[in-house]
């Protein structure tokens, strides 16, 4: 069984101007000691799709249909005194902005103990010692004395680290990274990167990487998911992803990673913009923007089809795809006559 089990979320948000779907049908499993990313440009619906996990939706958002299993346990609907043993003790957040996420008028010593009392049993003396002992695991040097320190006396990097020792204070089985190297410089970023690998492989936690950067994905994720407007596009392994892209999306995000081979050229920016989810189109909501796109790319949305037994991807050039790769074998010719591909 996995660790985590999210089945055909449906994540809304009530707003007077309408019902903004901003999650549309989400599956996947999450298994223990496991890094899964979830890629995709702002307003993809990430940073919901880890929120809705943890049920702390704004006043305006509701879980209008779909399944979050841990352990086997159901969360819809269990409650906010399920939730609260779950929170930070079963599953912890490392939010986007370390530089908003901690109060400026506490020192970080009391932010530390207060997480710690409020998810444990541990006293004020223990949790304190708890909190020292994880500033010291995520690389702070002088613990002590940070901890009698307030936000404002530490770098964008050290509070990014407060920050990964708060979520990890509990021992989570689970943590939530929601953009955890956004506003840090290219090296603080490695060093975040490299100290959440370093943590997981000694934990053994699972960890749900929310990011834009693909690169961040390449070093650190098993396998990926990829969103737009809402809903899955594409999915599989971090090779299958990288090497074997399937959805026009996921090239489009490939092709716009600058490399060595394309120093001194232009990058291929995807065209358009996001789409409306107000107003969602009855085809692929990537169609709009779609180089490739065909008629009934913009008729009819296009269900997760299977690549291989690593790789699903949610667009049509792949009914061709498929097609081809069917008629290899002459037992199966007969099954791919009046298909979809025209």
């Known amino acids: 069984m996995a660790l985590l089990e999210v089945n055909d979320l449906h994540t809304s948000f009530f707003t007077p101007a309408g019902e903004v779907r901003a999650v549309n049908g989400i599956s996947f499993n999450l298994d223990r000691g496991k890094v899964l990313g979830i890629v995709g440009e702002s307003g993809s619906g990430k940073s919901v799709t880890a ?35 779950v929170r930070g003790n079963k599953i912890s957040i490392i939010f986007q902005d370390p530089m908003t996420s901690l109060n400026p008028t506490y020192t970080i010593g009391h932010q530390l103990v207060e997480a710690i009392t409020l998810h444990t049993s541990r006293n004020k003396k223990q949790a304190w010692d708890r909190a020292v002992e994880m500033l010291e695991l995520v690389g702070i040097n002088e613990p002590e004395k940070r901890m009698r320190q307030y936000p404002f006396e530490h770098s964008g990097g050290m509070r990014q680290r407060v920050m990964i020792a708060m979520a990890l204070a509990c021992e989570p089985d ?4 929601d953009e955890p190297t956004t506003a840090l410089d290219v090296t603080i970023q490695a060093q975040i990167l490299e100290l959440m690998k370093d943590l997981q492989e000694k934990l053994g936690m699972a960890i749900i990487m929310i990011t834009h950067d693909l690169g961040v994905v390449a070093q650190l994720c098993d396998e990926v998911i990829v969103m737009y407007a809402g809903s899955i596009c594409e999915q599989g392994t971090a090779e299958e992803i990288f090497y074997n892209p399937k959805h026009e999306y996921t090239k489009g995000l490939m092709r ?3 490399t060595a081979d394309t120093a001194g050229t232009k990058l291929q ?50 009914v061709k795809y498929k097609i081809d790769q069917e008629s290899v074998h002459p037992e199966n010719a007969g099954d791919t006559e009046g298909g979809d591909a025209q």
């Open 256 to 258: 716009s990673i600058p």
């Open 174 to 177: 689970i943590l939530i990274a």
């Open 51 to 85: 929120y809705s996990i943890m049920q702390i939706l704004a006043s305006t958002g509701k879980i209008v249909s779909g399944s979050i299993k841990l352990n086997g346990q159901e969360l819809v609907g269990s409650g906010e005194k399920i939730m609260k043993t």
């Open 269 to 318: 920016p995807i065209s358009g913009t996001p789409i409306d989810l107000l107003n969602m189109p009855a085809g692929c909501p990537f169609a709009p923007r779609c180089d490739n796109a065909m008629r009934i790319c913009l008729r009819q949305s296009c269900e997760r089809m299977e690549i291989n037994a690593e790789h699903q991807a949610a667009c049509w050039m792949n």
